[in-house]
């Protein structure tokens, strides 16, 4: 599967914004689907994760309650709702896919990757 992300800019601490990430090539299901992201100088850590029905999720304890991923397997496509913004969340963030059903919040257990698509939250 090719991932894409698109959504990302520059927003105000407070602010919200949606990513997108669309699947394509080989059939999205059954695909697990997560987002990571990565800030300058730190390693890329899990933010939000969920299962191929949609009807399970999983979030860091950093974004809950601020985050909401969704997905819409007709479309091909999962997002992920960002509200309540912090400069702290400035990040490349990558959507991933892994085979299955289940959500995981490791990183190698995902077995697709998109290019990223950059976050930046002013305070």
């Known amino acids: 599967a090719q991932l894409v992300e698109s959504g990302g800019g520059l927003v105000q601490a407070g602010g919200s914004l949606r990513l997108s990430c669309a699947a394509s090539?080989?059939?999205?299901?059954?695909?697990?689907m997560g987002w990571f992201r990565q800030a300058p100088g730190k390693e890329r850590e899990f933010v939000a994760a969920i299962t191929w029905s949609g009807g399970s999720t999983y979030y860091a304890d950093s974004v809950k309650g601020r985050f909401t991923i969704s997905r819409s397997n007709a479309n091909n496509t999962v997002y992920l709702l960002m509200n309540s913004l912090k400069p702290e969340d400035t990040a490349v963030y990558y959507c991933?896919?892994?085979?299955?059903?289940?959500?995981?919040?490791?990183?190698?257990?995902?077995?697709?990757w998109g290019q990223g698509t950059q976050v930046t939250v002013s305070s």
């Open positions: 991933a896919a892994r085979r299955g059903f289940s959500l995981n919040p490791r990183q190698e257990s995902y077995d697709y």
């Open positions: 090539g080989r059939t999205f299901s059954p695909y697990a």
